[in-house]
């Protein structure tokens, strides 16, 4: 797995929710996507275009946001849409090795 440049992801979620599963999940998910999209070396915009979500939506995702300050939950044809532009089984975006806390969240 390639290593996600500290400037890809910044982990902008509100101290609000810190330390929740929403969270955390959010920001596994997030870490994935940038990993993903950088292995392509494609852009943001090229992701969001080809996944047929807007730029700034996928911009918010890769930050683990849905808006400013909220964790981001998106829809599963989000994300049945992201693992087919990256040519990845859904469970791959969202299995997290090592699970999160010594917990399992294959969800």
Do not use: W
Not at 1 to 11: E, F, L, R, W
Not at 38 to 54: D, F, K, Y
């Amino acid at each position: 797995m390639v290593s996600v440049h500290a400037a890809s992801y910044s982990g902008n979620v509100k101290k609000d929710f810190a330390d929740t599963d929403e969270v955390l999940i959010a920001e596994k998910l997030a870490q994935r996507l940038c990993e993903l999209r950088h292995e392509m070396g494609l852009s943001q915009e090229e992701i969001a275009h080809r996944s047929g979500i807007s730029t700034y939506t996928y911009q918010k995702f890769e930050k683990g946001e849905s808006s400013p300050g909220r964790p981001m939950n998106p829809r599963l044809f989000t994300l049945v849409s992201l693992a087919n532009t990256f040519e990845v089984p859904v469970q791959s975006l969202i299995t997290f090795d090592p699970p999160l806390e010594g917990r399992s969240l294959d969800l």
